[in-house]
């Protein structure tokens, strides 16, 4: 099921009333939606950028939502009702090579994030961090 903030299915935030710096569309992949809020939040936080953000709360349905329409990132978590660990990061980097993946997730874990990195992610930073 999608999460949507407006009838044409993005939430829409300008950051500042500065010129912006970049435009990113973004989609959030992550079932929590309270995670969603934070993350949300923090692209906010971030001065100077204009960005669309997608939330979807199942990988089948962010899988859908890139075969539609491209994206400048996808924020990836690794605990979704549909898909457990890196075994949603390895169908995103399949099927859309050419889409940088951000692992954000509750686990803070060394080796999990090294092996998410060398199966494609660009990065893996924890929801702690994010709040931080």
């Known amino acids: 099921m999608a999460k949507k903030g407006s009838s ?3 939430i829409r935030e300008g950051t500042s009333t500065a010129k912006p ?6 989609l959030l992949i992550e079932d929590n939606e309270d995670d969603a809020a934070l993350i949300r939040h923090a692209l906010i936080a ?8 997608d939330w979807v709360d199942r990988l089948e349905v962010g899988l859908a939502s ?8 996808v924020l990836l978590d690794l ?12 169908s995103l980097v399949t099927k859309f090579e050419d889409t940088p993946i951000v692992v954000v997730t509750g686990m803070e874990d060394e080796a999990t994030a090294l092996d998410a990195l060398r199966k494609g992610a660009q990065d893996y930073v924890t929801k702690e961090r994010i709040d931080s």
């Open 21 to 26: 710096l970049a435009h990113f569309r973004v």
């Open 79 to 90: 605990s979704l009702p549909d898909s457990r660990g890196l075994d949603g990061l390895a």
């Open 8 to 10: 044409d299915g993005s």
């Open 46 to 53: 971030c001065p100077g950028f204009i960005w669309d953000l």
């Open 66 to 73: 890139l075969a539609q329409q491209s994206y400048q990132v």
